[in-house]
């Protein structure tokens, strides 16, 4: 029978054979990744925050054991973002106001520790990084009442250039984790459990309670107001947050204008995201 230390030996020389197998793989997966980016050559962004989600979820459904699953997430961020940069080297926005560097980890948490954060003041400076092409991405607060910048009107456009949302964080839900919403210059990269933000601009002054029955009304299931925007009585932006993929032409939007009628002058699909994971409470699985 082996002694202790003769085990102990055993079981390491098991675990350097793994982390051995481990990085052939990551070798492995980095060729195929370089083979990808030559095949795409600059066909379509190579950040795809819907692919991310679902691989993400399918390593979640079969993780076992008693290693964290959130510490699962991280190592796969860090490649995710490192592979990601192998394709096409990307840069975020992240709103960083004084005395909050909040948002500045949570992008550095999902994106790895590869990619550059350039920090912005305010939201909208963000915003106009990512329009004029000095950041492939922003990283914004999330959307909400009496907040003292407001950066999603300024996606209310039909300019095909103009950025939309296409990803939350931290996409493995944290208690008391920063919440924030990613936007890029390109249309979102879609997957299951996704969620669509709708915006409205109205002509008057409308109930929480009215605008939510209208959504209701026009066939949008699960839905939640997010931030209310009242400059003045003739000037009135909502943001609602609905299940589904929706898209522009998406015939419930067009519902919308028969519900609220003349009130209503603009609503815009302005981007959406696949809803972060909660991971299950309770003894992991073995």
């Known amino acids: 029978m082996p002694s202790t230390d003769q085990s102990l030996d055993l079981l390491r020389q098991d675990i350097d054979s793994i982390d051995i197998a481990i990085h052939d793989l990551i070798v492995k997966r980095g060729t195929i990744v370089e083979d990808i980016r030559k095949i795409k050559q600059g066909a379509g962004p190579a950040l795809r925050p819907g692919r991310e989600a679902m691989i993400m979820r399918r390593l979640a459904d079969r993780h076992r054991g008693r290693f964290p699953l959130q510490a699962l997430f991280c190592l796969w961020r860090e490649m995710l973002g490192g592979f990601t940069n192998m394709q096409e080297p990307f840069s975020a926005a992240v709103h960083a106001p004084p005395g909050h560097d909040r948002l500045v980890r949570a992008a550095r948490n999902h994106y790895g520790g590869m990619v550059p954060l350039n920090t912005f003041a305010t939201a909208s400076a963000c915003v106009r990084a990512v329009v004029e092409r000095n950041a492939h ?29 296409v990803a939350r964080l931290p996409f493995l839900f944290e208690e008391g984790a920063e919440g924030a919403l990613v936007i890029a210059p390109w249309a979102r990269d879609l997957s299951p459990s996704e969620a669509s933000l709708i915006a409205l601009r109205l002509s008057e002054r409308t109930s929480r ?47 919308l204008r028969i519900q609220f009628g003349g009130p209503l002058i603009d609503a815009h699909i302005i981007g959406g995201y696949a809803r972060p994971m909660v991971p299950a409470t309770g003894p992991n699985r073995t």
Not at 137 to 146: M, T, Y
Not at 226 to 251: F, K, R, Y
């Open 209 to 255: 309670g009215r605008i939510m029955g209208a959504i209701a009304a026009a066939g949008f299931v699960e839905a939640l107001s997010l931030a209310t925007i009242e400059t003045e009585q003739s000037d009135c932006l909502h943001v609602i947050e609905v299940d589904g993929a929706v898209q522009h032409d998406d015939p419930r939007v067009a519902a």
């Open 137 to 165: 991405i922003a990283v914004l607060p999330l959307p909400a009442d009496g907040e003292i910048e407001s950066w999603w009107p300024l996606l209310m456009s039909n300019d095909e250039k103009t950025p939309k949302v």
